[in-house]
């Protein structure tokens, strides 16, 4: 019995960024990667860490009317930290979780469904400059483009009035008008679940007094959804000294925040790789090969920098736990590399070329 099997993409050699490279925008237009795309797809490759699964039960009992949790989460991360798959893991819990199949993997990890029939909706700072957000969406603020996704999602008149209203960037939207808008969509059993991704690409691409306005919406925008009862409010940044004040200012009005600082870490990388990009790990060779090599630190201990034990390996299988040495190392030597995707993308294409020579067993620096 062969110790794992790849999953068949990686088997061909099919490894390429889309893969990878989880796209909320693509998400919501209904363009990404099946992987993404498909709810019970992708919570099945999905690794809920242990934040992941607090950030998904406080958004399911959020939705579900319960005032004891955050109506605001801020992710503030590296690049490659998560943020945009928990954003999208967000996404279908809220779009998807009344569906059997998928409320079936949620509840299975401890996670509960949302009660509501929620609208979603995405603003993506990365995607969406200033002059395409004009051009294609009409919209020369991000308060008018949200209010006229919730009209587009809901027909609701009170949203239209206020996107004509506040147009323009001469008056900030206070956090009272909102607040009427989520209150006139819970009414309708339809709570709003906003989701705002790369907030800081957006912000530097305005003029100083724009961003200024754009940093007052916000800081109302999360003062309004203290108010009401079932929405819910993700914001992300990277973690950059520039988004410092815009995280400050988020938390002024909001009593208390879910301020996630990491989703994923280096200790989550054989649970990642198991889910992503195994099809199938087989316990007993796992456990035969940790013990095998633990002996065999235990007869050299002398001559090894580092020595593990068997349940260490055992848990890491199969990767050894200096690979990720490696990959620490190489996110430092090289700022570009992110954290969880391109960690992802290396052993991919190891485990593409071991199993190619008929290689089954732990996957060492050496074959990194």
Avoid: C
Wanted: glycine share 6%; net charge negative; charged share 30%.
């Amino acid at each position: 019995m062969d110790g794992w099997v790849p999953r068949s993409e990686i088997e061909r050699g099919e490894i390429n960024a889309s893969l990878y490279a989880a796209d909320l925008w693509k998400v919501y237009e209904g363009k990404a990667h099946p992987r993404y795309q498909d709810p019970k797809e992708f919570f099945k490759r999905t690794y809920f860490t242990t934040t992941l699964k607090r950030i998904l039960e406080n958004t399911a009992r959020r939705l579900s009317v319960d005032g004891d949790v955050n109506p605001v989460i801020l992710i503030t991360t590296p690049l490659g930290g998560g943020k945009t798959h928990t954003l999208i893991a967000i996404y279908h819990l809220a779009k998807s979780g009344g569906s059997e199949e998928v409320a079936e993997i949620l509840r299975g990890e401890g996670i509960p469904v949302p009660s509501s029939r929620p609208l979603v909706v995405v603003f993506d700072g990365s995607q969406l400059d200033p002059r395409y957000l004009q051009k294609e969406y009409g919209s020369k603020t991000l308060w008018h483009y949200i209010f006229m996704e919730i009209y587009r999602g809901t027909r609701l008149d009170l949203a239209r009035v206020n996107a004509e209203m506040y147009r323009d960037f001469d008056t900030v939207p206070g956090a009272e008008p909102i607040a009427k808008i989520l209150e006139a969509l819970e009414a309708q059993n339809r709570p709003l679940v906003l989701l705002i991704d790369e907030t800081l690409s957006y912000v530097n691409n305005l003029e100083g007094w724009e961003r200024e306005k754009i940093v007052m919406f916000l800081h109302n925008l999360a003062r309004a959804f203290t108010q009401v009862s079932r929405s819910l409010l993700v914001i992300t940044l990277v973690s950059e000294k520039d988004s410092e004040e815009i995280a400050h200012r988020l938390k002024q009005p909001v009593q208390r925040v879910s301020d996630i600082k990491q989703v994923t870490s280096l200790e989550d990388l054989p649970h990642l790789v198991r889910k992503a990009l195994l099809e199938y790990v087989d316990d007993k060779a796992a456990k035969k090969a940790a013990s095998e090599m633990a002996s065999e630190y235990e007869r050299n201990k002398d001559v090894f920098s580092s020595v593990y034990i068997a349940e260490e390996l055992e848990r890491w299988y199969p990767l050894h736990p200096e690979v990720a040495k490696i990959i620490a190392d190489l996110q430092d030597a090289l700022p570009g590399i992110q954290r969880t995707r391109d960690a992802l993308r290396i052993i991919a294409w190891t485990i593409h070329n071991m199993w190619k020579n008929g290689e089954r067993g732990f996957i060492m620096p050496g074959d990194i």
